[in-house]
């Protein structure tokens, strides 16, 4: 079990390692003080990382001594001890790490709740706070997952899709000629060149995949019908900007969700004074 942990009042740095990218961030009681994001890289050391971490405290006027605690959730298990070590060189605070033993306070119904990745558990641990149940989360990222949460506020399973670029790379690398492309939005659903067709086809089709999905769960679940409350829906993830404003689902766009849930994670392990 982790140890309960004692500390003053301060800043709050939290971590959240995906597949592409690790958001940093700095989180001052529910405020989150910024967001960035360095690439994900197995080849780096931990002094490559306290360097890189060190430089966005820099950045943002961030002094060292102001940072009271640390907290990391991971998708990508040989880099925790590396980003661990890195946060203990920096600050000399060895930070939470949500996995088995750490307090979270959701109730996690699914076969094998130690399979469930700790970002989608600290997306919805933050969007129950925030918004309530039920809820359905949408993380788009590396892979766009979905969770959902019940009235009862339990984690009751999810959906995961191909993410955005995961889908356009397989696209252009088993094709002849098809461009590499960027992810603006098309001019029209129905493009008039290859470029516009493969755009509005990775924008509306992800953004009317999502409509169609967040349909099914309401259907099966309910959200909305025969006197139960509707759902809240938000989304999060680096790619969330490009693919909702698509959506014709009424969205909140949240991109600090998992800064705000590794914060409330963070007060539910330790005692302040």
């Not at 980003?83 to 119904?109: D, F, R, W, Y």
């Not at 990745?117 to 809820?135: E, F, H, N, T």
């Not at 829906?233 to 909140?252: F, R």
């Not at 949240?254 to 330790?270: C, S, T």
Request: net charge negative.
């Amino acid at each position: 079990m982790t140890e309960t942990r004692k500390n003053e009042r301060g800043l709050i740095l939290a971590i959240d390692m995906g597949n592409t990218n690790i958001v940093i961030g700095c989180v001052d009681d529910d405020h989150v003080l910024f967001e960035e994001r360095l690439s994900t890289d197995l080849s780096k050391t931990e002094l490559e990382y306290a360097i890189g971490f060190k430089t966005v405290f820099e950045i943002y006027n961030i002094e060292l001594s102001d940072i009271k605690g640390a907290i990391i959730s991971s998708v990508v298990p040989p880099l925790v001890n590396i980003i661990k070590s890195a946060v203990e060189k920096i600050i000399g605070i060895t930070p939470i790490i949500v996995g088995p033993g750490v307090k979270t306070g959701l109730n996690i119904l699914m076969d094998q709740p130690r399979q469930v990745g700790s970002d989608l558990i600290v997306d919805a641990v933050a969007a129950l706070k925030v918004y309530g149940a039920p809820a359905i989360i949408i993380d788009i990222g590396t892979a766009t997952t979905i969770s959902v949460v019940d009235e009862k506020q339990n984690y009751i399973g999810g959906v995961i899709l191909p993410g955005i670029r995961v889908s356009l790379d397989s696209l252009v690398s088993r094709t002849a000629q098809l461009p590499r492309i960027g992810l603006e939005d098309p001019k029209s659903i129905i493009g008039k060149n290859t470029v516009d067709c493969m755009k509005s086809g990775i924008i509306y089709g992800n953004a009317s995949c999502l409509d169609g999905m967040i349909d099914r769960i309401n259907e099966s679940c309910g959200f909305g019908k025969e006197g139960k409350k509707a759902a809240s829906i938000i989304a999060t993830g680096g790619l969330a900007k490009v693919v909702i404003p698509h959506c014709k689902h009424d969205i909140i766009e949240d991109n600090e969700l998992l800064l705000k849930g590794l914060k409330i994670i963070y007060d539910k392990n330790v005692e302040v004074d």
